[in-house]
């Protein structure tokens, strides 16, 4: 299945939101739902690694651990890294963001472009609403994040 979810900033470059991709705004944007605890936060580069404590209700604790397995900027105008999920949650078998920032004149978009496998026996289309609302959150968080310094 695949999700892509646009933000646009006004009045800031795409180096000024890359470089506040960073622990601080990955903890901004976790869902408040599941509660979760992050473990592992190494950045954003190739290589680095996440891991997240998720506590589902009735099933317990799941772990989720995904490796940046590229990254490329483009001068000023274009910033890009994908994580892939190397632990991935009872309910997902294949995790795959890119995570895309780029210039438009004075604004930037960013893109959260995601693909991902719902594991059997659990169709795709029943992990997509709760997906898809979770990154479609970020918009907002995106505006209050950048907005406030």
Same mark, same amino acid.
């Given at each position: 299945?695949h999700?892509? +979810?646009?933000?646009?900033l ?5 180096d000024?939101? %890359? ?9 901004a944007?976790? @869902? &408040?739902? @599941? ?13 680095? +690694? /996440? ?5 589902? @209700?009735? +099933? ?6 995904? &490796? +940046? ?5 483009e ?13 991935? @949650? ?6 795959q963001?890119?995570?895309? /920032? ?8 960013? /893109? ?27 918009? &907002?968080?995106?505006?209050?994040? %950048?907005?406030?310094?």
């Amino acid at each position: 299945m695949h999700i892509r +979810i646009e933000s646009t900033l006004h009045n800031i470059s795409a180096d000024d939101v %890359f470089s506040r991709f960073n622990e601080e705004l990955f903890l901004a944007l976790a @869902p &408040k739902f @599941p509660p979760s605890k992050l473990l592992r936060f190494d950045g954003c580069k190739t290589g680095d +690694i /996440v891991e997240i404590e998720m506590q589902l @209700p009735i +099933i317990g604790k799941q772990y989720w651990t995904s &490796k +940046i397995t590229q990254h490329a900027s483009e001068g000023q105008v274009r910033h890009f890294f994908r994580d892939e999920g190397v632990i991935l @949650p009872f309910f997902l078998s294949a995790w795959q963001h890119d995570h895309i /920032v780029e210039q438009h004149g004075n604004d930037v978009l960013i /893109v959260d472009d995601i693909h991902y496998k719902a594991k059997f026996p659990i169709p795709d289309f029943l992990v997509y609403p709760q997906l898809y609302r979770t990154f479609s959150n970020r918009t &907002k968080i995106y505006k209050i994040f %950048f907005n406030r310094s």
